[in-house]
């Protein structure tokens, strides 16, 4: 009998995490589930910590892979997953012990192809919840998820422009629950993310999203996203990201294209690489950047001046904005870099005194 839920979880290097992870999972409520650890080459205490797991659980499966990164690790997994659903979980985060039962009977009960949940950040010292202002349950049906949930993928229309912040709450992976026969009919799998920077998350979603017929939110944080790894592939100074999210916006152009989408998702993509100009700069503030000040505003004024990000602001509307956030895309739109820089700054300060 196959397992309702594979689990897949991309591991490299997190002895000091695993365990916390792996526990999460194993006293998960729902019992008929598969834990699917795919070991990228890791060259810590990693494998040993697995092959002690293995022999407390049999449904713990180690794949051992050379060291290619998350989303080759995550395609292994998808590979060798048996179970009805497929979740994704990172291995320095956690989960509640009733996630996956939850997501799974929902998915059940109402015949729904994917499942989401909200999810609570954890800085070590404290914890802080991400607020998704829904209801407690919302349902997409056929037509539906489209408009409401890949365009959102896409990018953010509208009053949706407002805040910055959420842009990419909508497109992690491991917050969600999928039916396995979508992703593997469809041959779906996550991009390198030396091609695209980040992201391959939301990239993923968006084409699982397009051939799934129902959507449910459940605005329950069931998932714990650990954010005080600084070793984690998300932290660091990317010195090709501009390059690397090109990559990421021509792949979605393609993929809408293909499907012959209507043109809000093309501004809702415009919109994203204006509003990425924000993701852009603090990659270039970043302190694992040694470039000076100076050098670090000189980099700032070459890419707000690069001819695709000018095209792309020649039709972003900024009435939409609160006024920290008007005068910041203000300063991106006219390529005020030492106006932009400043705000940066001020940007990241407070971004690390809210946490």
């Known amino acids: 009998m196959n397992p309702r839920v594979s689990i897949i979880v991309p591991i490299y290097n997190m002895e000091n995490y695993l365990n916390r992870c792996l526990d999460s999972l194993l006293i998960q409520s729902l019992k008929e589930i598969e834990i699917i650890a795919v070991n990228d080459g890791s060259t810590d205490s990693t494998l040993p910590i697995l092959n002690e797991y293995i022999r407390k659980d049999y449904r713990i499966k180690i794949i051992n892979t050379n ?29 509640e012990p009733k996630m996956y039962e939850t997501m799974y009977n929902t998915a059940i009960k109402d015949k729904i192809d994917i499942v989401m949940c909200t999810y609570t950040r954890e800085f070590g010292t404290h914890s802080k919840e991400k607020i998704f202002n829904l209801p407690n349950k919302v349902t997409y049906e056929n037509e539906e998820v489209k408009l409401n949930v890949m365009r959102r993928l896409v990018g953010p229309l509208n009053q949706e422009v407002a805040n910055p912040e959420l842009l990419d709450a909508w497109g992690t992976v491991w917050s969600k629950l999928y039916r396995a026969d979508i992703i593997k009919q469809n041959n779906l799998t996550f991009v390198d993310l030396k091609q695209i920077g980040t992201n391959e998350d939301t990239l993923f979603n968006i084409q699982v999203v397009y051939y799934a017929n129902s959507f449910v939110f459940l605005n329950n944080p069931f998932y714990h996203y650990w954010r005080a790894n600084n070793s984690s592939v998300t932290t660091g100074f990317k010195p090709n990201l501009l390059e690397q999210w090109f990559n990421l916006y021509k792949i979605i152009e393609m993929f809408l294209k293909s499907k012959n989408m209507k043109e809000e998702y093309y501004l809702a993509l415009n919109n994203r690489i204006c509003l990425n100009t ?11 950047n040694k470039l000076s000040g100076l050098l670090k505003i000189k980099y700032i004024k070459s890419f707000l001046n690069d001819y695709r990000i000018k095209r792309s602001f020649s039709q972003f509307q900024l009435s939409y904005f609160p006024i920290i956030w008007k005068v910041f895309y203000y300063c991106a739109k006219m ?17 690390k005194a809210v946490r």
Do not use: C, H
Not at 278 to 288: A, P, Q, R
Not at 340 to 346: G, H, N
């Open 278 to 288: 924000l993701g852009l700069g603090l990659n270039t503030i970043s302190k694992s």
């Open 335 to 351: 390529r005020i870099s030492i106006g932009f820089y400043i705000l940066l700054v001020s940007i990241e300060t407070l971004r």
């Open 67 to 95: 060291n290619m990164g998350v989303s080759s690790a995550r395609n292994e997994g998808i590979k060798a997953a048996t179970g009805d659903f497929i979740g994704f979980v990172d291995p320095d985060d956690w989960v």
